[in-house]
C-alpha cells in the first residue's frame, strides 16, 4: 500500500498543486494530511475546501487550533518577550486568516482529531495530545522514543517543524514529512512523505515560488519582504523591527 502523508501546507496553494500533481503520478492508495493547512501563503481557505472536498483523513495543527485557541499562542508569546516583532506578525496572521478561512471551515477544522492511526502508521502534527511542542530534527533517539513510543506504532510521523527526515530508532521509525509550504531546511522545494509498504521516503517537489509570493502579494500580505525571503530560501528567517 502507498500512503502519501502532506502537511504543514500553510495556505501555499501554488505549492500544494506541484504536490497533488506529484502525489498523483505517484499513484498514490491514500493520502493523509498533518495539519496546519492554513497560515501566511495565499490562499488558506482553498487549501481547506480541496482537502476536504478530497475527503482525505487528517489531523490538527497548531496553525489551525489557534483560529479558535489563541491562549495558546498568547501564552508562548508571554513566555518570549523578547521575540515581539514576531508575534506581531503571527497575531496579525491569526486575525487575518480567521477572516479569510471563516466561521464554517474553522468549525470542520476544530472537529479534526490530534492524531491519526491506521495500517501500521501513525501520524501525530507535534507530539502526542499537543500540536504545539514536539522535538527538533536532531533530538536524540532517547527524546524521540520517550515522545512516540507511546503510540505503539512501526511508523511515526510527524510534521511542525518543517524539516524532513526519517530516521530508525531501535523499535521503531520516527519520520518528518517536511512542510508542503514553508520549509525550513536550506530547500526551497515542496516536500512531503510517501510510505511504500510501512517504508517511509521523502519527496521534493519544485513549484512556482514567485507565482506564489505574487498571490501572496495580490491578497495585499502586509509582510511581504520576510515571508519572500523564507519562501525562497527554504529557512526560518527572523523578522527584523
Known amino acids: 500500500m502507498r500512503i502519501a ?15 497533488l500533481n506529484d502525489v498523483k503520478s505517484l499513484g498514490a492508495d491514500l493520502v493523509v494530511h ?5 497560515g501566511s501563503g495565499s490562499r488558506s481557505a482553498d487549501v481547506v475546501d480541496l482537502i476536504r472536498d478530497r ?16 491562549d495558546r499562542l498568547e501564552a508562548i508569546a508571554q513566555a518570549n518577550p523578547a521575540l515581539a516583532t514576531l508575534w506581531q506578525i503571527v497575531f496579525n496572521d491569526v486575525a487575518s486568516n480567521r477572516r479569510a478561512v471563516g466561521a464554517e471551515r474553522i468549525r470542520w477544522l476544530e472537529s479534526l482529531p490530534n492524531h491519526w492511526s491506521h495500517h501500521g502508521v501513525a501520524i501525530v502534527h507535534a507530539r502526542p495530545g499537543d500540536c504545539w511542542t514536539s522535538p527538533s530534527p536532531t533530538g536524540s533517539d532517547e527524546e524521540l522514543e520517550r ?11 510527524y510534521g511542525h517543524v518543517h524539516q524532513p527526515f526519517v530516521r530508525q530508532l531501535p ?5 518528518n514529512s517536511g512542510s508542503v509550504g514553508l520549509p525550513y531546511d536550506g530547500d526551497p522545494r515542496a516536500s512531503y512523505l510517501v510510505i511504500d509498504d510501512g517504508r517511509p521516503t521523502i519527496r521534493r517537489v519544485a513549484y512556482d515560488v514567485d507565482a506564489e509570493i505574487k498571490e501572496i502579494a495580490s491578497s495585499r500580505y502586509p509582510h511581504m519582504p520576510w515571508i519572500s525571503a523564507m519562501l525562497r530560501t527554504g529557512r526560518f528567517v527572523a523578522p527584523s523591527d
Open 5 to 19: 502523508v502532506i502537511s504543514d501546507v500553510h495556505g501555499n496553494w501554488t505549492a500544494l498543486q506541484a504536490v
Open 34 to 38: 498533518g495539519g496546519d493547512l492554513v
Open 55 to 70: 475527503g482525505w483523513p487528517g489531523i490538527v495543527g497548531n496553525t489551525d487550533e489557534v483560529l479558535w485557541r489563541p
Open 147 to 157: 515522545v512516540y513510543g507511546k503510540l505503539d506504532a512501526p511508523l511515526v510521523i
Open 171 to 175: 523499535e521503531f521509525v520516527v519520520a
